[in-house]
């Protein structure tokens, strides 16, 4: 097959073809999973999703997750409890939002002692630590909600190198196992919380159990993070680190020393942490693992290590060789390891403000899945920090919880399935595989969370069931007397089989595919004809070897002619097909953008209007405008803002549940006015005198109509909503008053009362959430 598909393309380079389309890249990393994604081998024959998520389509029965993702995407994240890592040394940016992993209830102090560098706040790479962990989980929460995907992703926290001899208790018991003090039995299964006293405790705890992130998740993770003010309601470090500073260990070997006598371990913590990690993903139960038997995808499992400790095997042999007998069982079981390093603590050699340099070639590189994913992307630039007067490098905080950001944007695949040209798909082309493409949405609109209907009495959440009966006698009409018929001038009888039969014969493919009819010019490709959203075609090796080199001579040889393709897509057997075009990308990968085209009846013309020439004067006053107001990013998406009304809606969810206070939402589109006409306020002068005037319409008079009757409650001022209904507002009870109590509201708003009692709660509801989120 491959040396089949290398003839067919065996074309020579092209130039570069210039068009007009802005694609969204597509990022390649993830904080679960690094290696690039490869179709299942028990993965179903091209079946997927529907990438441009047209209504008419969901009759054929795609709902909830489609066929051919991948599954579940597991993290624990593992915490090192060296005594070093609760050092506050780490110079750090301080985030925009900086009282966004605040514990709530409890205010800034400005009577502490101010940092000694401006704009610099000193964290410890715990603190850090439990930061990006409560920025994951709420993302992750945030997501499912947004997304509706990813709702068995579980996240879990586990400390390692803990104090064997700490006291018992310490490490609260949580309800439903949750961070509880028996979940530091993990790996010895002879330890018990009943034990004796002076038996000592395992070197892990579990600190939140894997399971999908919610509300109790959010809640302890949030006693961990310090605010401003140094507080925090739990300091892991006086529960589970061996740190000196308690009086009967002053006379040890000193902060961030662990004696000799954890030097000459024969385990060290992060072995003990790595295979406490195994047996929780191994007995995990909603942990999918891959079977001969199962046709669904195995979920991903995957490590990342927060530590300072560049060499925890301390040079040991005999460890170093039983991590890497480690390293091969995580390979086995499907766990990949990934690092986060941490600034390692300031040392007598390089003075008592230089924080060290963290060496993964020491160990690390050796250990985890990909060595070329652990970087120093952490750090800031020192030119950057010679402009703030900032000690370098500094750390910035943004930069590690960016890093489990983007791992909430997986890149999921909507369906892999042959791209097929004129002749390929007939009879008489024999077995020909085609060329095999991948199919990845890339833009994936969030909306906000449905709302769900629960028991009064139970609190269980409700499902809702449609009966058809006979209007008369009540009696459940059965599914063989349900007719069909379509509004076409009259009853036109339409049976379900007949709908079926009627999209087989209008489809080109029996199966799902992609077959290419022909190719056009580029210059013929409208861009305000497009319509839906664009999907990005990768070819896929691991299906149909040779289909990388196929599509990427097929792409050199599009790009040199400047055409593009069309063709008629089909993404799964009982589906309508779709006429596309297929557009070569931009760059030296073999990557396709296909896009929905209309067909004849669907397009609208518009009638173009004369609208003269712009005199020279009008041209350079704009040129100096658009110079001065030019948004300068790094990537079309970093200059896109973020959707207002989500944030708004989840900032008073998580205000609700999480007992934070309902702070300022930053809205990235309103106009910065103040700023633009800093910047521009003379070009803007310029340009707007420069115009010509409107010419103002002639007025005719007309003949007044009698004012109609007066009515007092229009003249009224609408009265303000009280605390009672913001209250049932947030309870949920609107949905049970009456039609009169909510007209009467209605009506004190000067809202008009017409509608059945669905209209009036949403009208109530409109009101509220507007006095709710004013400014």
């Known amino acids: 097959m491959h040396s089949h598909l290398t003839r067919c393309f065996s074309l020579p380079a092209a130039a570069v073809a210039q068009h007009f389309f802005v694609y969204l890249p597509i990022p390649t990393f993830s904080c679960h999973r690094h290696v690039r994604n490869r179709p299942c081998e028990k993965q179903l024959d091209f079946e997927g999703g529907d990438p441009f998520d047209d209504e008419y389509d969901d009759v054929d029965g795609a709902g909830g997750d489609a066929i051919g993702h991948y599954g579940a995407e597991h993290v624990l994240l593992l915490f090192d409890c060296y005594p070093s890592m609760f050092e506050q040394y780490v110079p750090c940016h301080r985030p925009p939002s900086s009282n966004d992993d605040d ?64 006291r018992r208790g310490r490490g609260r018991k949580r309800p439903g196992g949750v961070g509880g003090g028996c979940n530091d039995e993990i790996d010895d299964d002879d330890d018990d919380c009943e034990g004796n006293d002076d ?49 009967k260990d002053d006379e040890g070997p000193g902060v961030g020393g662990g004696g000799k006598e954890e030097e000459e371990e024969e385990v060290s913590s992060l072995q003990r942490g790595l295979t406490a990690a195994l047996k929780i993903f191994s007995s995990a139960k909603f942990v999918r693992s891959s079977t001969p038997a199962s ?25 170093r060789m039983r991590m890497s007998m480690l390293r091969r069982d995580c390979q086995e079981a499907g766990v990949a390891i990934h690092l986060l390093p941490m600034p390692k603590p300031p040392s007598s050699s390089l003075g008592p403000k230089e924080i060290g340099s963290f060496d993964r070639n020491i160990f690390y590189n050796d250990l985890v899945t990909d060595p070329n994913d652990v970087d120093e992307t952490t750090m800031d630039s020192s030119d950057d920090n010679d402009e703030k007067k900032l000690p370098a490098p500094v750390v910035n905080i943004d930069a590690i919880l960016e890093k489990f950001v983007l791992g909430t944007r997986k890149r999921r695949k909507y369906a892999t399935l042959p791209l097929l040209l004129p002749g390929w798909g007939g009879d008489d082309a024999g077995d020909c595989p085609g060329i095999m493409l991948d199919l990845y949405g890339v833009v994936q609109v969030r909306n906000k969370p449905q709302k769900v209907s629960v028991h009064q009495e139970n609190n269980k959440m409700t499902i809702r069931r449609t009966i058809r009966i ?39 493919l029996d199966k799902a595919g992609l077959v290419v009819h022909g190719f056009r010019a580029m210059k013929f490709l409208n861009a305000t004809n497009l319509i839906s959203n664009a999907v990005l075609a990768i070819a896929n090796d691991f ?67 004369d609208i003269g020439l712009a005199d020279r004067d009008s041209v350079e006053a704009a040129k100096r405008l658009i110079s001065k107001c030019t948004l300068r990013f790094d990537d079309f998406a970093s200059c896109l803002p973020e959707n207002p009304y989500l944030k708004h809606f989840f900032g008073y969810l998580e205000s609700v549940s999480l007992g934070n206070r309902l702070g300022p939402v930053d809205d990235d589109t309103r106009m910065d006015v103040r700023s633009m006409m800093k910047n521009a306020n003379e070009e803007i002068k310029s340009f707007s005198s420069i115009l010509p005037e ?23 001022k609408n009265e303000s909503i009280g605390q009672e209904w913001i209250d049932m507002y947030r309870n949920g009870s609107i949905n049970d008053l009456k039609n009169d109590e909510l007209k009467a509201f209605l009506k004190s708003q000067g809202e008009r009362l017409s509608g059945n009692k669905k209209d009036l709660v949403e009208r109530v509801h409109r009101h509220v959430e507007r006095e709710l989120f004013k400014e």
Not at 213 to 242: A, H, K, M, W, Y
Not at 309 to 317: E, H
């Open 103 to 166: 514990p709530p209830g409890e205010d800034y102090d400005d009577d502490e002692e101010e940092e000694e560098d401006v704009g610099v706040v000193h964290y410890s790479p715990m603190d850090l630590a439990t930061m990006a962990a409560h920025r994951l989980l709420r993302s992750k929460v945030r997501d499912v909600a947004e997304t509706k995907s990813g709702k068995r992703d579980g996240v879990g926290v586990l400390l390692f190198g803990c104090d064997p001899n700490r």
């Open 470 to 508: 006979i209007a008369e006698s009540g009696e459940e009409v059965p599914p063989e007397n349900i007719h069909h018929f379509a509004d076409f001038c009259g009853r036109v009888s339409l049976p379900p089989e007949n709908v079926v039969t009627m999209k087989r014969l209008s489809n080109s």
């Open 543 to 609: 299906r149909v070897r040779g289909s990388g080199r196929a599509l990427y001579n097929l792409k050199r040889s599009m790009r040199k002619k400047s055409v593009f393709a069309v063709g008629e897509l089909l993404l799964r057997a009982t589906a309508t097909s779709r006429m596309v075009a297929l557009v070569p990308r931009d760059d030296d990968s073999d990557w396709f953008v296909i896009t929905q085209l209309p067909f004849r009846e669907d397009v609208r013309d518009v009638h173009d209007r």
């Open 694 to 716: 409107d010419e103002q319409p002639v007025k005719i008079g007309r003949k007044r109509k009698a004012p109609p009757p007066s009515s007092r409650d229009q003249y009224l």
């Open 295 to 319: 046709k669904q995808p195995p979920d991903s499992k995957a490590v990342w290590i927060f530590t300072n400790q560049d060499d925890p095997c301390r040079g040991n042999d005999v460890q």
């Open 199 to 247: 038996d000592p405790l395992p070197t892990t705890h579990e600190l939140i159990e894997l399971a999908a992130p919610g509300t109790e998740q959010v809640l302890i993770i949030q006693e961990c993070i310090p605010n401003r003010g140094r507080r925090r309601r739990r300091d892991l470090r006086d529960e589970f680190s061996s740190v000196p500073h308690r009086k």
